[in-house]
């Protein structure tokens, strides 16, 4: 049995991702660390250089009360994704048990976790979800990419899509909630531009009602809900007419933005950010989605209207959207190529 510990706990949909993989498809055995030993050790880093980074470490490392012991580890339910157990293991555990792979997803915890791998004989694997991190590449035994890199390593690596369930992200045809456009883009409001680009478009277009998901801004009169699971935000998604995706910092892997895509919305987005991201190639301007960033107001004012009005040019973009998707994004050919490196990077001897 191949066992795994990583740090990806720290974005909920990151993990589910990596469950999926290793756990669902794989058959192998998923953890994460729980203890502040981790921490006191040198070895989890992410925001250490920061005033609250210790704070930030007990938000990820510290036992909750319900974890409940079994065996040689411990077992948490995953409240964000129904059904989903995780099990986590101290770092006194992880030094009496053989682990195969220490996996880092923040590079502040490369050297940390690349020195316990060393110190047990695990293979150290870098995953990056995250645009323009500088990384260690050097300390790898592989990689997992699902971001685009200017550079990539001399050592064994995949760019693959972060996996997500379909059943929940399914297209279905015609949604609930015909008169919403909504997006899902964590604090919008922050982003003056891209704000005030939103209320413009809600303002010109009163037959739609207009939301944003989220924990920030509730007050704004723009906010619907902050859910707390993954198929409640597919249920969403599924349920409206239009995606609205405003983004042009800080982006990675985009689970929002392929989120939308696989539930086949039409999305009126900050496209040309995308160019030269992992999702640029979903974004087919005037077939799967629109370019807010190549328009004039006016110009993104009549294509909203159009997609409320028109219902034979909604379905169409609407299908449009889930089938290109699906030629982009194949969960099964990603998870086949990190399988077909990964089994040849635990055949070989691990570095002294």
Known sequence: MI????DGSHHGDLYESLCMLFEDRFGWELYRPTGMEFW??????????MPHGIEVARQYLLPWGTDSAVGDHFER????????IHK?????????????????????????????ARSIGARFGIQTGNEGTINRYDLADFCMFSTAREHTPWVPHVFYHQEFSLADFRFEYPPTENDVAATWVQCLSSAPEDWQRFETLAHATPELRW???????????????????????????????????????????????????AVGKPVIATASYYTDKLAGPLFVDGVTSFDVQTRSTDEVVAIVRRLAQDDDYHRQISANAAARFREVVDFDADAGAIRGMLDGVLSDPVAA
Request: hydrophobic share 35%; aromatic share 10%; with cysteine.
């Open 3 to 6: 066992r795994i510990l990583t």
């Open 40 to 49: 006191d050790e040198g070895l989890w880093n992410y925001e250490r250089h």
């Open 77 to 84: 339910e995953d409240t964000t994704h129904p059904g989903r």
């Open 88 to 116: 986590l293991v101290t770092l006194e555990q992880v030094r009496s048990q053989p682990f195969d792979i220490i996996l880092a997803t923040l590079a502040e915890n490369e050297e940390g976790f690349a020195s316990l």
């Open 211 to 261: 939301f944003h998901h989220g924990h920030c801004c509730q007050d704004c009169g723009y906010w619907r809900s902050n859910v707390q699971t993954t198929p409640e935000v597919a249920a969403q998604m599924r349920a409206a007419r239009i995606g609205v995706h405003f983004k042009r910092w800080s982006d990675g892997y985009g689970h929002v933005i392929h989120n939308l895509f």
